[in-house]
């Protein structure tokens, strides 16, 4: 009896502890609650008398009538609503992301219990809240822009949606890069000007454990507010700017074929690679011409024969032939063989609808990916997957306005049907079926410039350096290569948060922020700065220089330059923009040099010296 007593005892006292638990979360969790209903509530009915704008038989519209038109309609929503959607899903989604990341680090201790404390620092500082908003409200302000301007004036889809990602990706390397170092550099150095670390270091916690629970905080909370700006930046792309009305079908088609999309580059294969030539030509100029190799230094010597190699292997004089060997086509291949087979597995009915729009029968024999190419749209097939995309420009003095020419090309010893057409001094762009492409991922443009331009000039054919001979191919989606775009950003984060942490160790904070801030600038400016060091010019432009300055001090200036550069090699924006790929070497490659190599030494050293460091001194 007693027995049974004390169970109904000890099972009220459990009912009346969770309970006690449930109100105390409810409580906790009522002002979020409150302020999710609330927003949620302002964005709806604000969006719902924006929307009904746009219609003539309504004043209110529901979220149920306008929702839908973010994955397609007779209508895209408007900028109102998608300005305030940007601000609400980014806003709730870094604030729940912040919360679970509290709980998370809660259950632990050593460096995620500092952590903690850094994330509870970060939520009371106004300065990281305020900068963090205006993050939010650039990303809705500069879409708005462009979709609430008038049709007639408004840009080619493409462009709002490249100007966007463009924008985006600078304003989060930006912003989110002052306030890692800026938060950073402030925790560290604040906690030994008030002497809170007196209280840290009195419990069993080395400066190591310290300086790894600040960087690991900074980080922690960087990784939540990037992944809510990809998630914001992705949804703005896809479904707001994504489901505009295009100019015409040919911008439709550059926003799912060149901009929301992840293309593979390849580039044409020397026979010989550019430096090894160069440098056998700059051993016979320093045997031969010495003093010519003097007077502009070798480094300056090599770089402008690098240069004119390049342009040699651009160029096709008249009456000749030269091939192009391109390699790394293997997923082309692919693309072009389960295209195939998809075609194959339909030739009949493609072939009936086939002869039904040219007017002739076509035979279910003829249905390939080349000879369909030409038909896609009218048989709905998106052949995109399947093609490569060339791309060139020729140069030359079009001083007549739209001076064009024509050369032939095989393509894999495939001749095509009729002569490529080309207009000087303009980017032209090509389809090939991937299928030509070797098994082994190879393919060989075969390039004869036998034909007169307009001007009845036979001319030399000079492709641009800068432009290239490019094909591309499609290589995956447009979601996942947003995502390692931000994985590179998040690397870059990560090091500056241990560069803060590091410098706010040592110094006070006006001097730990300059000094990272000083670095941050030097390292994001390390591939233009190697760009300018080695920039070609003419050699009738090129003036005697110091031969000190060449042979001494601009070798140092290079090696710091291509040191640095490594830091802004990859061009998140540009990538995204041009839709080209990221790839995941790519992301490795950066995440060791940038998160392992640089981090690291920033953290032995900090460590080192922090360690050595002095905080308080007693005084009788």
Not at 455 to 474: A, E, G, L, N
Not at 510 to 539: H, I, K, R, Y
Request: hydrophobic letters at 50%; glycine letters at 8%.
């Amino acid at each position: 009896m007693t027995h049974a007593f004390s169970e109904i005892l000890e099972r009220r006292q459990r009912r009346k502890v969770m309970l006690g638990r449930a109100l105390y979360m409810l409580r906790r969790s009522s002002r979020w609650l409150v302020g999710l209903v609330v927003s949620s509530a302002f964005v709806l009915l604000i969006a719902g008398f924006a929307e009904a704008r746009g219609s003539v038989d309504s004043r209110f519209d529901w979220p149920g009538t306008w929702l839908p038109r973010l994955v397609g309609g007779d209508r895209p929503i408007s900028a109102i609503s998608g300005a305030l959607l940007v601000v609400y899903c980014g806003a709730w989604l870094t604030i729940i992301g912040i919360g679970l990341l509290r709980l998370v680090l809660r259950m632990g201790y050593g460096p995620l219990a500092i952590a903690r404390s850094v994330l509870d620092e970060a939520v009371r500082n106004k300065t990281v809240v305020v900068l963090l908003g205006l993050l939010l409200l650039l990303l809705a302000a500069w879409p708005y822009s462009s979709s609430a301007a008038p049709l007639d004036v408004r840009q080619p889809l493409r462009y709002q949606i490249q100007s966007f990602l463009s924008f985006s990706s600078m304003a989060l390397a930006l912003l989110l890069g002052a306030v890692t170092i800026l938060f950073s550099a402030y925790s560290v150095s604040q906690d030994i000007n008030v002497r809170r670390t007196g209280d840290v270091f009195v419990k069993p916690i080395s400066r190591w454990v310290y300086l790894l629970g600040k960087w690991l905080g900074v980080v922690s909370m960087m990784a939540v507010i990037l992944a809510a700006q990809i998630i914001v930046i992705y949804g703005v792309s896809r479904f707001w700017l994504g489901t505009n009305i295009p100019m015409d079908g040919n911008d439709a088609a550059a926003v799912n074929q060149h901009v929301l999309i992840a293309r593979g580059e390849a580039l044409p294969m020397p026979p010989v690679p550019f430096t090894e030539t160069a440098r056998q030509k700059l051993e016979a100029l320093i045997r031969d011409r010495p003093d010519f190799v003097a007077q502009r230094g070798p480094e300056d010597t090599f770089y402008n024969l690098v240069y004119q190699e390049r342009n040699e292997f651009m160029s096709i004089p008249f009456g000749t032939t030269k091939k192009y060997l391109f390699v790394g086509l293997q997923q082309a291949k692919r693309n072009a063989e389960e295209l195939e087979r998809r075609i194959a597995a339909n030739r009949d009915q493609l072939a009936a609808q086939l002869s039904d729009h040219v007017g002739t029968r076509v035979d279910p024999s003829q249905i390939s990916l080349p000879f369909i190419t030409p038909y896609a749209g009218v048989l709905g097939i998106d052949v995109q997957p399947g093609l490569l995309q060339w791309r060139f420009q020729v140069k030359g003095v079009n001083t007549y306005g739209s001076a064009w020419g024509a050369f032939d090309v095989r393509v894999n010893g495939r001749a095509l049907p009729a002569p490529v057409r080309y207009t000087i001094e303009r980017v032209q762009v090509r389809d090939l079926p991937a299928s030509y492409v070797n098994d082994d991922g190879t393919l060989i443009l075969e390039i004869a410039n036998v034909y007169s331009d307009s001007q009845d000039r036979t001319r030399t054919i000079q492709f641009d350096s800068d432009t290239w001979v490019q094909i591309y191919h499609v290589q995956g989606d447009f979601a996942p290569n947003l995502v390692r775009g931000g994985l590179v950003h998040l690397v870059r984060l990560a090091f500056l948060a241990m560069l803060g942490v590091a410098a706010g160790s040592l110094w006070s904070y006006p001097v730990a922020a300059t000094f990272s801030l000083c670095v941050w600038m030097l390292a994001a400016g390390g591939q233009w700065l190697q760009d300018t060091l080695t920039v070609q010019v003419a050699d009738t432009d090129v003036a005697p220089v110091d031969i000190a300055f060449n042979d001494t001090l601009l070798p140092i200036l290079r090696f710091f330059a291509s040191f640095l550069s490594r830091y802004s090699e990859i061009g998140v924006a540009s990538h995204l923009v041009d839709g080209r790929y990221i790839s995941y070497a790519a992301v490795g490659g950066h995440t060791f040099w940038i998160g392992v190599v640089w981090m690291g030494v920033a953290l032995s050293l900090g460590g080192w010296l922090f360690s050595r460091r002095e905080l308080a001194r007693v005084q009788v």
